[in-house]
């Protein structure tokens, strides 16, 4: 059975001036199903019992088409895709074909814009027609070739401030930055760069967008010594502030940020007061 959404090898039945139709390896061209490849994407030479790769869809009358375009998503799978333009019925999105996919408003786990990278799942809709959603949890896959330490990329989904920020890693494995680490003022739709801290037990993975503590600290430290420059040289809080403080002027846990502080100590570049933080002249 002929599927839209899904690039699948069919066979050449029968030619006409405007294209050739196409069945299932082996179907019976009388009574079996076909689906028409339009005579500009059948390839040159091509004959009755030749095979061709082709990507099936809805053209803009409602039929089952054939293209040999290649599309950037195929069914049940994510991809980050462009937002062409937005309309009364929702935005629509470039999938690499000569007609648009549709992006419904109730699809959307935030109002989009044209020009805007969206990740998606592409999934046939009641009607029988492609369309994509923003929500992709369920499309994601659970048996990443990825282990602790390792470094990959991917697109936050979305953010639950009880849990932490949901991430498609790579645009297909399931991956999460805890609520501990989100400092950084991440949003929905950030592509980001993290290190795998852990494998669950589901096969989901736990992400850190922050380099190892042993690394992280430098940069850490020149982050709170410029803070405190910005500060005329003087911050109003020590590395007792509350947990609440520090995110907000350095997006930092405070566990980082009293490490960066003892770094900058140690290296003579600050000092504590009861009130406070100073930079030392040597810093200035």
Same mark, same amino acid.
């Given at each position: 059975?002929?599927?839209?959404?899904?690039?699948?090898?069919?066979?050449?039945?029968?030619?006409?001036?405007?294209?050739?139709?196409?069945?299932?390896?082996?179907?019976?061209?009388?009574?079996?199903?076909?689906?028409?490849?339009?005579?500009? /994407?059948?390839?040159?030479?091509?004959?009755?019992?030749?095979?061709?790769?082709?990507?099936?869809?809805?053209?803009? /009358?409602?039929?089952?088409?054939?293209?040999?375009?290649?599309?950037?998503?195929?069914?049940?799978?994510?991809?980050?895709?462009?937002?062409?333009?937005?309309?009364?019925?929702?935005?629509?999105?470039?999938?690499?074909?000569? $007609?648009?996919?549709?992006?419904?408003?109730?699809? /959307?786990? %935030?109002?989009?814009?044209?020009?805007?990278?969206?990740?998606?799942?592409?999934?046939?809709?009641?009607?029988? $027609?492609?369309?994509?959603?923003?929500?992709?949890?369920?499309?994601?896959?659970?048996?990443?070739?990825?282990?602790?330490?390792?470094?990959?990329?991917?697109?936050?989904?979305?953010?639950?401030?009880?849990?932490?920020?949901?991430?498609?890693?790579?645009?297909?494995? %399931?991956?999460?930055?805890?609520?501990?680490?989100?400092?950084?003022?991440? %949003?929905?739709? /950030?592509?980001?760069?993290?290190?795998?801290?852990?494998?669950?037990?589901?096969?989901?993975?736990?992400?850190?967008?922050?380099?190892?503590?042993?690394?992280?600290?430098?940069?850490?430290?020149?982050?709170?010594?410029?803070?405190? $420059?910005?500060?005329?040289?003087?911050?109003?809080?020590?590395?007792?502030?509350?947990?609440?403080?520090?995110?907000?002027?350095?997006?930092?846990?405070?566990?980082?940020?009293?490490?960066?502080?003892?770094?900058?100590?140690?290296?003579?570049?600050?000092?504590?007061?009861?009130?406070?933080?100073?930079?030392?002249?040597?810093?200035?």
């Amino acid at each position: 059975m002929l599927k839209i959404g899904t690039v699948e090898p069919l066979e050449i039945v029968k030619k006409k001036e405007f294209g050739a139709y196409l069945a299932e390896p082996g179907a019976d061209a009388r009574t079996g199903e076909t689906v028409l490849l339009p005579i500009k /994407q059948v390839p040159k030479d091509a004959k009755p019992g030749d095979t061709v790769e082709v990507f099936l869809y809805r053209d803009s /009358q409602d039929r089952m088409i054939a293209t040999t375009a290649v599309p950037r998503i195929t069914l049940g799978n994510t991809a980050v895709l462009e937002v062409k333009e937005v309309s009364k019925i929702g935005a629509f999105l470039d999938m690499g074909l000569e $007609r648009d996919l549709l992006l419904p408003f109730r699809e /959307q786990t %935030h109002p989009v814009k044209k020009g805007e990278p969206c990740l998606v799942a592409l999934y046939v809709d009641k009607s029988g $027609r492609l369309a994509a959603t923003m929500k992709v949890y369920s499309y994601l896959r659970s048996d990443p070739p990825y282990g602790p330490g390792d470094e990959v990329n991917g697109i936050i989904f979305e953010i639950n401030p009880e849990h932490g920020a949901f991430v498609a890693v790579e645009g297909r494995y %399931h991956g999460m930055i805890p609520k501990r680490e989100l400092f950084g003022g991440f %949003h929905v739709g /950030q592509e980001i760069h993290a290190r795998v801290t852990r494998v669950r037990e589901d096969g989901k993975l736990d992400l850190s967008a922050r380099d190892k503590a042993y690394n992280q600290i430098f940069a850490d430290a020149e982050l709170v010594l410029r803070t405190v $420059r910005e500060f005329d040289g003087r911050l109003p809080f020590n590395d007792k502030a509350s947990p609440e403080v520090i995110a907000r002027e350095f997006k930092l846990s405070k566990a980082a940020f009293k490490r960066a502080v003892g770094h900058l100590l140690k290296e003579g570049k600050i000092k504590i007061t009861e009130n406070g933080i100073i930079m030392t002249e040597e810093s200035k």
